[in-house]
């Protein structure tokens, strides 16, 4: 993934670091115990300071303000994507590079920067990366650093959340077995999609739209190839049959999913999608793991280079 720095390199030093309190790799510590691990993870890096800040979507201009009042190189969040694209929705016209640690479950953004993801590899990493733009992505002015999904993904990240605070012994079979009972039983619905001056009428039960497009080696999990192309991703499963999406995510599993004939692709700038229902007016959608309902029509486009956020090896 190539790009182009846009600042000089430096050495790091003042450090706001943003951490969901309610991550699962928080959850049990206090308070006073988190900060102080975080603290602790600039031991062997110099003279780095790191200032632990938990995060609050509630009280975003208290992280704005903290950002301009006191000396700040960077912000570097450590959680998982829904945190990240939270914090950097704040960072908007604030000339301050954004930095990931990877603790969430996903982890994308993190991945397709190339961080590493033990802690204490990326924290060295960040230490020394450059600057670069990144293009983002927006549903109805809501920022996307990732991937919106609507349909059968909502489902399981309903599930997910309803589990969070139950042992991952317990919690990774429940929603594997709920996803395989959901793969079979989860209702089509009709969309209307304008993209590129032209409008399709698709019935399907999964419609994935990514913040440039996603590497044909890609499995389950999304990964990206570029973030810097300027073009959003759109992926429809057309519900031709009950057998298209179980046999879409085996696809999905081994690797093949862009040989699927059910699988519609196209990469565009903006795009609309409007239900064709009258009650579904108002959608639930999944961007970057956290659920959110929006009201139709849903718009959906592309900000080149928008993002300043620290790669390794830049």
Not at 117 to 125: F, K
Request: aromatic share 8%.
């Amino acid at each position: 993934m190539r790009f182009t720095p846009c600042d000089r390199s430096v050495m790091l030093r003042n450090i706001l670091l943003v951490y969901n309190p309610f991550s699962g790799y928080f959850i049990g510590h206090t308070p006073a115990a988190v900060a102080s691990y975080l603290k602790s993870m600039a031991k062997g890096q110099g003279d780095l300071i790191l200032r632990p800040m938990p995060f609050n979507a509630r009280k975003k201009d208290a992280l704005r303000k903290e950002i301009q009042e006191k000396p700040t190189d960077a912000v570097w969040v450590a959680g998982g994507d829904g945190t990240v694209t939270a914090v950097a929705d704040c960072l908007s016209n604030l000339d301050v590079p954004l930095g990931v640690l990877p603790l969430g479950t996903m982890n994308l953004l993190a991945r397709d920067m190339g961080m590493a993801l033990d802690l204490n590899r990326a924290v060295g990493q960040l230490r020394t990366a450059r600057p670069v733009l990144i293009d983002t992505a927006d549903i109805n002015r809501h920022l996307i650093l990732n991937i919106c999904n609507i349909g059968f993904s909502t489902k399981f990240t309903q599930m997910r959340e309803k589990f969070r605070h139950v042992s991952a012994w317990i919690r990774w079979p429940l929603m594997f077995w709920y996803m395989v009972q959901s793969l079979f039983v989860y209702p089509s619905f009709k969309i209307e999609l304008k993209v590129n001056r032209e409008r399709h009428i698709f019935r399907t039960r999964s419609v994935t739209i990514t913040n440039n497009p996603l590497s044909e080696d890609s499995l389950i999990l999304p990964s990206r190839r570029h973030i810097n192309q300027g073009k959003l991703g759109i992926y429809i499963a057309k519900n031709t049959s009950f057998w298209s999406l179980p046999v879409l995510i085996i696809k999905l599993l081994v690797g093949r999913w862009h040989y699927d004939d059910d699988l519609i692709h196209l990469t565009a700038e903006r795009a609309t999608i409007i239900p064709r229902r009258k009650q579904r007016r108002r959608l639930r959608v999944m961007i970057d793991g956290e659920l959110f309902k929006f009201k139709a029509p849903l718009r959906f486009k592309i900000k080149a280079k928008a993002l300043k956020i620290l790669k390794p090896g830049a």
